[in-house]
């Protein structure tokens, strides 16, 4: 089955920082790579995703890479704001079934 | 106008009891989901409907049973609780077929077994 790692673990940056969370996956079937964010007390939410036919995806402040052939992708997140701080969480899904990575919480300190 | 409802979303009961959490999507989903997370944050998929059939059946103990009598709800039964079914649970809803994965979490149940 799909295995899926994801990397660091916990990050800490300053406010305006960036952060990038990376994940690599096993299987080369995978062909949706969707990130959730995870606030304190909620369900996970997506907040961007990227399909296998896809190199890079952007949305203001958030971009998704994925490199089909080393089998990895990435999270970046530039201006970081306070509100940013959560656990997120990137998945790799193939017909509907997504594998999770074990989570990134992040926190940004003002 | 909730898109994916869970109830309860807080469930103390003790060992050995038998439990039930239900779910609900009004979004016209194909696809529905059970999740678990335990408490250092794992989300492992537990069990997967399309449709009302089971299509996703991974290793979990046969004493959770889920029950879909309807594409727009996926209920989920516990017997028997034990001490390590205390966790979070998650459903989720998608529209596989309609060739949009995006998973739709309701906002968990926590389940404490004493």
């Known amino acids: 089955g799909e295995n899926v790692e994801q990397h660091p673990s916990t990050l800490s940056v300053q406010e305006g920082d960036s952060a990038v969370i990376k994940c690599t996956y096993s299987d080369s079937a995978s062909n949706y790579f969707p990130w959730y964010k995870q606030e304190l007390g909620k369900g996970p939410q997506l907040i961007i995703d990227i399909r296998s036919n896809v190199g890079e995806k952007k949305d203001q402040r958030i971009a998704v890479t994925l490199n089909k052939t080393a089998k990895h992708f990435s999270l970046h997140i530039t201006e970081t704001q306070p509100e940013d701080s959560a656990v997120y969480f990137c998945?790799?899904?193939?017909?509907?079934?997504?594998?999770f990575g074990d989570g990134t919480t992040l926190t940004v300190k003002p | 106008d909730t898109a994916v409802s869970q109830t309860p979303k807080y469930l103390v009961t003790q060992m050995g009891n038998d439990k039930s959490i239900k779910c609900e999507q009004n979004l016209g989903h194909d696809t529905m989901y059970w999740y678990k997370q335990d408490s250092k944050k794992f989300l492992k998929i537990m069990f997967s409907?399309?449709?009302?059939?089971?299509?996703i059946n991974e290793t979990v103990p046969n004493r959770f049973s889920p029950k879909s009598p309807d594409k727009a709800h996926l209920n989920l039964h516990i017997n028997s609780l034990e001490l390590g079914d205390s966790a979070v649970y998650f459903c989720?809803?998608?529209?596989?077929?309609?060739?949009?994965?995006?998973?739709?979490f309701g906002p968990g149940t926590r389940l404490t077994v004493t």
């Open positions: 998945a790799a899904s193939i017909r509907g079934k997504s594998t």
């Open positions: 409907y399309n449709n009302k059939e089971l299509i």
């Open positions: 989720a809803s998608s529209h596989v077929y309609g060739g949009s994965y995006e998973q739709y």
